[in-house]
């Protein structure tokens, strides 16, 4: 666990270190691009169950959470021109470095809730919760595309529920039973290739 949270903080200090100039750029790009924050924070329940704010680029109008659902699925009409290509290169996760050196997440672990969601999960699923969540994790390589899954579905938001959570919630214990500094390097390196591969 220490070896584990000196890893999370060094890589997560030299990746702001070595992208800050991206961060720059695509933060003045999402400042010039739409009305509203160049940051967007969205709550979500972190480990044991304690809130958190989790730090992404705004890829939607600034109203978004007002005028439609908190599941983002398909070809969303909140989402704006650049913040479509930010999702696809999953560029609009890097604040999330901050995240991490705050010890709120770390590198790998299961992606982090809102707590509409979490407040659905059976007694067996609220385990999940005694992980400290974190930027990817093997469910998330799987689920690349949930978003296009989703916005092909006709109950989007029952089909998240009962068939892609548990899936996902599953997928992170079975993970965390074996998980070492190895398997979380793997698992950085499948999520980056999978980001290249989209």
Known sequence: MIAKRVA?????????????????VVGLAVKLGSP??????????????????LLKFRTMREDAWLTGPE?????DARITGLGAHLRR????????????LRGEMSLVGPRPEVPKYVRLYTPAQRAVLNLQPGITDPASIKYALENDLLGA???????????IMPDKIGINLAY???????TD???ILRTLFRIAVR
């Open 71 to 75: 599941l983002t699925i398909g070809m």
């Open 8 to 24: 999370d903080i060094f890589f997560a200090a030299v990746g702001l270190l070595v992208l800050s100039p991206l961060l720059v």
């Open 89 to 100: 290169a999953k560029l609009d996760e890097l604040p999330q470095l901050l995240n991490v």
């Open 176 to 182: 965390a039973a074996r998980a070492n500094l190895w």
């Open 153 to 163: 579905s006709a109950t989007p938001d029952s089909d998240y529920v009962n068939l």
């Open 185 to 187: 390097f793997v698992t």
């Open 36 to 53: 509203g924050p160049i940051l967007f924070r969205s709550q979500r329940v972190g480990r044991n169950g304690r809130l958190f704010s």
